[in-house]
């Protein structure tokens, strides 16, 4: 499959708005292994080549370009980390300002003048149908699966709870520390620089109740709305 666009690669929106990928001689190379997996997901369809791209090339060193599709096509796959484990689930795409914004952010790219929020939908819907059907043939669940394309994607979502000692109170001399990565983070989404931290400061309630204001928490902590009382 390599050797069908031997050299450099980079994406190329068209006019009708379909990603493609094209030889570029002005850029380095990418790595073998990196440019056979890119060219062999891009050769079934442009849904593949994104899935492949957000969902595992997140450690791999990319150019800009290929760099921001990686990043619009995690967006999908972080979403895709919180849903449940049921048969149906839905990723809606984001709203046109969101994707308005993702566009103001992109490099120059070949065809990068026809980004508009109406394709990106449509190359959302296309990496949807790539990732279900990649799903169904996995005979896996969702979060086995994911985790199999990267290790990385298999800490999003969650929320962990530590129980720490609380030296500045005599009164209530435990607290809770919870530790999640929010949702919407970047590809590299273990990355400590996307991990939030919230503590409960007071131990004097009975411990049904913390139980009861920890799993609250636990929701709004995955929606990065945490709200935090004394």
Known sequence: MASDLPGALAPLLTPQGHLRLAAEAELPALPATVHERILTAFSRDAGHGLLQLGAVEVG????????????????????????????EFTIAAPDDAALGAMIASAP??????????????TLWAGLDAALRAELAASDQSLQEFLKALHPAWNLVGRVYFNLAENRQDLDAPFAFLATYTRRGCPPAATRSTCRSSVRWRSMRAAPTRHAAAVTAAAGAARRGTVRLAA
């Open 60 to 87: 791999s060193i990319l150019p800009p370009a290929f760099a921001w599709w990686r990043d619009f096509a995690a967006h999908y796959v972080t979403a895709l980390c919180t849903t449940t484990e049921a048969a």
């Open 108 to 121: 120059p790219m070949t065809g990068g003048e026809y980004l508009t929020p109406a394709v990106l939908a």
